[in-house]
């Protein structure tokens, strides 16, 4: 491969890095960067809503005049189609990467990228897959509506299963009973080795689906508890008139099940958060590089806000560990936590910033950007800077006017209320305020 397609390559994963589009996320192998790995979210308003789904991409030598070769991950093992064009055994069927035939125009061209492959997969998870499906696409009858209804139920099922819970379960080591496995078990076990023969234990994106799957768990929670309603469990999947043998979406709806696995999942995320301050502690007496590194980026944080008289923000360790900071806002005027004194944990890892602190409210706050169980989300600049996490933090308490955004939608009623009518606007106003001032009494209790 020529230098100038690994520049190429090398700038694009850079471009999507550094983006702020949450729709997207990219790791690549240090001694090739021609073999890539992506996550794409599911759209939301689509069956597909917030799940992760994983692909490999692999750069040829010929890139950028042929596009790369393009494999889903996400299929449970090869046994799961989850769309028209994403076949159970990993095919991608786009135009653009030369795996279907499209019309003029459709084609790849070297002025398409990385960027625009991935965007073009997302396309695919689209509110309606079925008509993806040549000859269905303008499917009508009563029998082709009844055909796409179930299978957007299906598919809305097998996300959560598969492109949320599942590989979630893997990263913490835990069968879907919710027992530990075993690493000689993992390892004879399929589905707990990736294409490279690593185990999936150390995918590059746990921290990731981690941390995605604390904001969006409410979202998961309702989904579960509406089509529990509608879907008697064990009642067979459908099979879809262009499904075939070996490349179908199999399988029986159980989202009481799912509903448990879920909320054991979420359980061990936050045993696991938990678990970082004790580690923290053992880090810190070993002297290990990483605790000197947190303990003199909070001393820098603190020397910074004292020298520059920001009276907004205070923060301490807890028990003198810099792995879990105590940090308290004080609302500064005109701001929609105006007096207010809000309590926040920043909880770090002894593998940050590989592993991304996880912040939670010990204030209850109706605030869009702050889940029902106190998750914040939050956006820093520089990953590996604390100092741009606490500005993020204050940024996301702070903001008045964000842009529609479902992918940070954490806080579904406070959300409704916020982007609905002027009234409803008025009703989250209102509820935040009660927050705040409720948040200086219980300081003073």
Known sequence: MSDQA?????????????????????DYEESDI?????????????????????????????????PPSVKAVTTNSGSCRFSPNLYAGGKVCLSILGTWTGERGEQWSSAQGLESILISIQSLM???????E???????????????????????????????????????????????KTLIAMMEDDDYISDDGNP??????NDLRKRRFLWYYESYAQLIDKESGESTPNRKFQRMPFESSGNTMDGHFDYPELKRRLNFVKGQIMEETNSWQA?????KRDELGISVNLLRQYEQIVESLKS????????????????????????????????????????LSPRFPEEQPRVFLE???????????????????????????????????????????????????????????????????????????????????
Not at 126 to 132: I, L, M, Q, R, V
Not at 200 to 205: H, Q
């Open 6 to 26: 690994i520049i190429r390559i090398t700038r694009e994963l850079n471009q999507i890095e550094q983006s702020a589009d949450l729709s997207f996320a990219v």
């Open 34 to 66: 021609r073999n890539v790995r992506a996550i794409i979210l599911g759209p939301p308003d689509t069956p597909y809503q917030f799940g992760l789904f994983e692909f490999t991409i692999k750069f040829g030598k010929d890139y950028p005049a042929r």
């Open 126 to 132: 689209s509110s309606n897959p079925y008509e993806y």
């Open 134 to 180: 040549p000859g269905y696409e303008n499917a009508n009858s009563s029998s082709d509506q009844e055909h796409m209804a179930h299978y957007k139920s299906k598919i809305r099922h097998e996300t959560i299963r598969i492109a949320v819970i599942q590989p979630l379960e893997v990263a913490l080591n835990i069968l879907p009973d919710g027992t530990k």
């Open 200 to 205: 999936i234990s150390d995918n590059p994106f």
């Open 279 to 283: 580690q923290g502690l053992q880090a």
């Open 308 to 347: 520059n008289k920001n009276y907004s923000i205070d923060l301490t360790l807890a028990d003198n560990n810099p792995f879990l900071w105590k940090f308290t806002y004080f609302g500064r005027p005109t701001t929609p936590l105006e007096g207010g004194i809000i309590k926040l944990r920043i909880h």
């Open 363 to 445: 204030t209850p706050l109706s605030h869009i950007r702050v889940s029902k169980d106190g998750v914040l989300c939050y956006f820093p600049r520089k990953t590996e800077d604390m100092r741009t996490h606490v500005e993020a933090i204050v940024a996301s308490l702070e903001e008045e006017e964000p842009p529609y955004d479902p992918r940070t939608t954490v806080n579904a009623e406070a959300s409704t209320l916020f982007w609905g009518t002027p009234d409803d606007r008025k009703k989250y106003k209102r509820a935040l305020r009660r927050d705040v001032e409720r948040s200086v009494e219980a300081a003073f209790e």
